[in-house]
């Protein structure tokens, strides 16, 4: 796959895959990266990576919990349904 994601749904579809992968190593250095070029402090770049794997080890753990599956098949959804949105954002020219 190749493309460019921007913004908060740049951060989002690198999350959904490193939530399939289990890489959580990935996400944790895309965010700090993307702290430390907005002149953010280490402190501010843990807040962030605590929020989100927060909120993402919930979202993941309630769908699994309401389809029935297991955590990684819900993760794994997630992580296509963030992937397939961001490339909506794909420029074709």
Same mark, same amino acid.
């Given at each position: 796959?190749?493309?460019?994601?921007?913004?908060? /749904?740049?951060?989002? /579809? &690198? +999350?959904?895959?490193?939530?399939? %992968?289990? #890489?959580?190593?990935? +996400? %944790?250095?895309?965010?700090?990266?993307? =702290?430390?070029?907005?002149?953010? !402090?280490?402190? %501010?770049? &843990?807040?962030?990576?605590?929020?989100?794997?927060?909120?993402?080890?919930?979202?993941? +753990?309630?769908? @699994?919990?309401?389809? #029935? =599956?297991?955590?990684?098949? @819900?993760? =794994?959804? +997630?992580?296509?349904?963030?992937?397939?949105? @961001?490339? !909506?954002?794909?420029?074709? /020219?």
């Amino acid at each position: 796959m190749q493309g460019r994601a921007i913004g908060e /749904s740049g951060n989002d /579809s &690198f +999350l959904a895959g490193a939530l399939e %992968t289990g #890489r959580s190593e990935d +996400l %944790t250095g895309v965010i700090c990266a993307a =702290v430390e070029y907005h002149g953010g !402090t280490q402190t %501010t770049a &843990f807040q962030m990576i605590e929020e989100k794997i927060r909120v993402n080890t919930q979202l993941v +753990l309630e769908e @699994a919990a309401k389809r #029935r =599956v297991l955590p990684r098949e @819900a993760a =794994v959804a +997630l992580a296509e349904q963030r992937v397939q949105k @961001a490339m !909506t954002y794909r420029r074709t /020219s």
